[in-house]
């Protein structure tokens, strides 16, 4: 992102999508594309999102209290954990 005053410009997107589920720590990378403009332009901000759950209609990522539980039972979706985040440039 390049902002100068009240104009944010987009200069570059990166986007990694996955459906599997992984039950132990990995290592993944996200390369950046930049737009032509972008490529022109400096970063002053950057904004990284993290998303966990798009996946709402699939129940094998909900842990379901046990029948009749109405004391500490609880719903449980994806859980999602980050750790680590480093940002090379090249």
Same mark, same amino acid.
């Given at each position: 992102?390049?902002?100068?005053?009240? *104009?944010? +410009? %987009?200069? &570059?997107?990166? $986007?990694?999508?996955?459906?599997?589920?992984?039950?132990?720590? @990995?290592?993944?990378?996200?390369?950046? *594309?930049? +737009? %032509?403009? &972008?490529?022109? $332009?400096?970063?002053?901000?950057?904004?990284?999102?993290?998303? @966990?759950?798009?996946?709402?209609?699939?129940?094998?990522?909900?842990?379901?209290?046990?029948?009749?539980?109405?004391?500490?039972?609880?719903?449980?979706? @994806?859980?999602?954990?980050?750790?680590?985040?480093?940002?090379?440039?090249?």
């Amino acid at each position: 992102m390049n902002k100068q005053g009240d *104009v944010a +410009t %987009e200069i &570059g997107r990166g $986007l990694l999508r996955k459906g599997d589920s992984v039950q132990e720590w @990995s290592s993944t990378s996200v390369d950046i *594309v930049y +737009t %032509e403009e &972008g490529k022109k $332009l400096k970063a002053t901000n950057m904004y990284i999102v993290f998303k @966990s759950g798009d996946k709402s209609d699939n129940s094998s990522f909900n842990t379901v209290p046990s029948f009749a539980n109405l004391s500490n039972g609880e719903y449980v979706g @994806s859980e999602f954990f980050v750790d680590n985040i480093v940002l090379n440039y090249e």
